[in-house]
Nanobody
Framework: QVQLEESGGGSVQSGGSLRLSCDVS????????MAWFRQAPGKQREGIAG???????YYADSVKGRFTISRGNLGKSLFLQMDNLEPEDTAHYYC????????????????????????WGRGTQVTVAS
């Protein structure tokens, strides 16, 4: 059974950095999308960064240039390097996995499109103080 477990959240000052990790177990699909979503209080969950089986990355405009998604060499870990954090980045962050871009019009969906992802972690909290 596929399991995802996030870690690395915490509290930082505005302008600081955090690195989130997602441990991936038992995910053996050749074609996949992996993504980071976040949900702030009172807001919808939104996808902010994605990565496919070829290493192609996808970013929401709100984090482009500040966040970097990557994977471990053995494909058992997913990371999100977050730099120049802003108070608006405060949210619960989730790791998600789903079928690859082949099944979604050639991209890993982000934004409000959660339906492409069938496996989720429990999330980790990120709080950015101004």
């Amino acid at each position: 059974q596929v399991q995802l477990e996030e870690s690395g959240g915490g509290s930082v000052q505005s302008g600081g950095s955090l690195r989130l990790s997602c441990d991936v177990s038992a995910y053996n699909y050749d074609r996949y999308c992996m993504a980071w979503f976040r949900q702030a209080p009172g807001k919808q969950r939104e996808g902010i960064a994605g990565l496919d089986e070829d290493g192609k990355t996808y970013y929401a405009d709100s984090v482009k240039g500040r966040f970097t998604i990557s994977r471990g060499n053995l494909g058992k870990s997913l990371f999100l390097q977050m730099d120049n954090l802003e108070p608006e980045d405060t949210a619960h962050y989730y790791c998600a996995a789903g079928l690859g871009p082949y099944y979604h019009g050639g991209v890993c969906p982000l934004g409000s499109d959660q339906g492409a992802y069938g496996t989720w972690g429990r999330g980790t909290q990120v709080t950015v103080a101004s």
